[in-house]
């Protein structure tokens, strides 16, 4: 598996897979188990899950998924900014290790940004690392105000990542974010990486795609792997999606390929605040 370096050394899996909506449902268990079963049999050891997900269900779910090789996942999870201070971010990361039935998480992020101060957040952060309880941590949706106030607090030059909505429908995060953060060498978790299967239905991708007898979601998954510094974590329930997304990083674009979807989908001319979903 290709991996991408975070600031603090550790490595990352340059793809992973996402778990938004797992967790909901007791008839779907058994397909999101199997489903990221076979992905960590594929060697997509990446996990991306939240506290949010399915109210701690989605963490559950990954326990089943990996309880017998933890070792070998790299698991990302996430506070709710109205958990973050001081206190609450610390009995949260617990509430999720206990679910995850594990005693640390290669990476916690923030949600996205409440009310909380950041510094009580980072704070949190650095004890929660000093513990051993994670690995590293970082933010999500962020834009480049609330990464400058980030990483000038204490404990903000640690800031691991900053997971955002990035996919070809959704590329306002190339004007300042992303460059931002490369200077940085920070990387970005591009979120919604098919745009929740809304993008499967443009026709340049479909054209693309079939050229190279792949499917559209390949195409913008692979669109995205070819950027620098950036990991993606598609969200699969379904064993045959897991493994056309696997086959994402063996899957080469052109350069005709690349221009096809620069035309398709233009890169910004001007800074867009950042979406999120
Ligand atoms: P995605 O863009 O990953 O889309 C998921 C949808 O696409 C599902 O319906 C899935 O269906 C379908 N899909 C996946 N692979 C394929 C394929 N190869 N062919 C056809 N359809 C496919 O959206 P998400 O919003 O789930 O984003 C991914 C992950 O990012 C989330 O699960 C979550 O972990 C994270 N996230 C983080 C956010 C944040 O605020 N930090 C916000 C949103 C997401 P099926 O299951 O049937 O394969």
Known sequence: MRTIRLPSGQSIPALGMGTWRMGESATQRPNEIAALQHGLNLGITLIDTAEMYGEGGAETVIAEAIADRRSSAFLVSKVYPHNASRQDAIAACERSLRRLKTNYLDLYLLHWRGSVPLSETLEAFQTLKQAGKIRDYGVSNFDVADMKQAIASPG??????????????????????????????????????????????????????????????????????????????????????????????DLKLTPEDLQALDAAFPAPTKRVSLEML
Do not use: F
């Not at 060498?185 to 745009?195: G, L, Q, T």
């Not at 070819?226 to 990991?231: F, L, M, R």
């Open 156 to 249: 903000g030059e640690a800031i691991a990542t900053n997971q955002v909505l990035y996919n070809l429908m959704r590329r306002g995060v190339e004007w300042d974010l992303l460059p931002w953060c490369r200077q940085r060498s920070i990387p970005i978790m591009a979120y919604s990486p098919v745009e929740q299967g809304r993008l499967l239905q443009h026709r340049t991708l479909q054209t693309i795609a079939q050229q190279k007898n792949v499917t559209p979601a390949q195409i913008a998954i692979a669109w995205l792997l070819h950027q620098e510094n950036v990991i993606v974590i598609p969200k699969s329930s379904s064993i045959a999606h897991v493994e056309e997304n696997r086959a994402t990083l």
